[in-house]
């Protein structure tokens, strides 16, 4: 297998790793991390799977107390 190399930035590195390994993407968009959550936002509409065979659910929280909440509910079921 050969090795795909690319050059990202961090905000895409994070949200790929995320993307990856999460069922659930609770986001709060605000500058500088706002790329974070348009990456994975744009992977999930896509259709893109994780390393489960599912597309991670994306929420789009208006406060960072709510997107740590809905973490903390994803985190019960």
């Not at 590195?13 to 605000?30: D, F, K, L, Q």
Request: glycine share 10%.
């Amino acid at each position: 297998m050969k090795r795909k190399i690319a050059t990202i930035d961090g905000n895409e590195a994070t949200a790929n790793i995320a993307h990856r390994t999460n069922e659930v993407i609770a986001i709060y968009p605000i500058t500088p991390s706002t790329p974070m959550g348009e990456w994975a936002d744009q992977w999930s509409a896509d259709g893109q799977k994780n390393i489960w065979g599912s597309t991670p659910e994306v929420i789009e929280m208006q406060a960072e107390g709510g997107a740590a909440g809905a973490v903390h509910g994803a985190l019960q079921t």
